[in-house]
């Protein structure tokens, strides 16, 4: 498969793409105090909700139930949920960095690794059909996957990237990103559809825990053009990511819910 892995590269390279836009992240400003009122638990699945699938509509199933329940569960505050419900962001790198101007212990909760891997488990369900576990989930690629393409792959940064700095936030990603997976693309309509996705990819790449190396990788956006970007991530922790279920459905829902600009003369 060219550019992906066997399992994503179907779902990314000539997908054919229909929907409407996810629309604009809705930026978290906490310029105000959070209401101390208990947050009703449909408004905090909502939002929870919007966060977890990026604003996409096509996979959710219990209007973030389970999402309510797990941070309920951690403990976090009514004042930290009402920020959260106030921000109604589809960005948790922005939802994480408004927070962390009200409270550091609660946007540290939020961020923390324990919290993620609930979170992955509640959309595990909502997208998996019948409670499969992602291993046993299937995928049947489109007959519109792009055929491999010969070549070496360029791994030149198209954009300069500092190592001893940290990506700190989704918005670090969406130019390499766009770069990366357009330089698979068949024709200027792909091109236009990845550079609609940009947004959407960034955030999911930028919540799914790959390594600061990998962040690195796709933020200098190396305009491959060939081979699978999996094989270059930096460990297998990071490939493992890429290649899981939950991510690839994650990828497919920024490609189809993109909407590119119309073509000149369409």
Known sequence: MAGLSAVTSAVIVGVALAGCSGGGTTQAQPS????????????????????AFQGTESSRKDGGACLASTVRKAGMPEEALAYIVKSDSDDMGV????????????????????LREDFDACIDKAVLPNGNSPKTQSYVPPKAAAKPVAGK???KPAYPVRADQPVNSSIELSKGLVSMFSSYARDEGQKKTYAAAGQCLSTLVYNAG?????LHFFAGGAPLGTGSIVEHLPSDKDK??????????GLADCTTNATPNPMPGS
């Open 32 to 51: 105000s105090a959070p209401s101390t009122a208990k947050v009703t638990d449909k408004a905090l699945g909502e939002a929870l909700d919007k966060l």
């Open 95 to 114: 939802v994480i960095d408004g927070l962390n101007k009200v409270s550091e212990d609660d946007a540290a909760l939020l961020a923390s690794r324990s």
């Open 153 to 155: 792959p360029n791994l």
């Open 210 to 214: 790959f390594s600061q190396n990998a």
């Open 240 to 249: 493992v990511i890429w290649q899981s279920p939950r991510f690839t459905l």
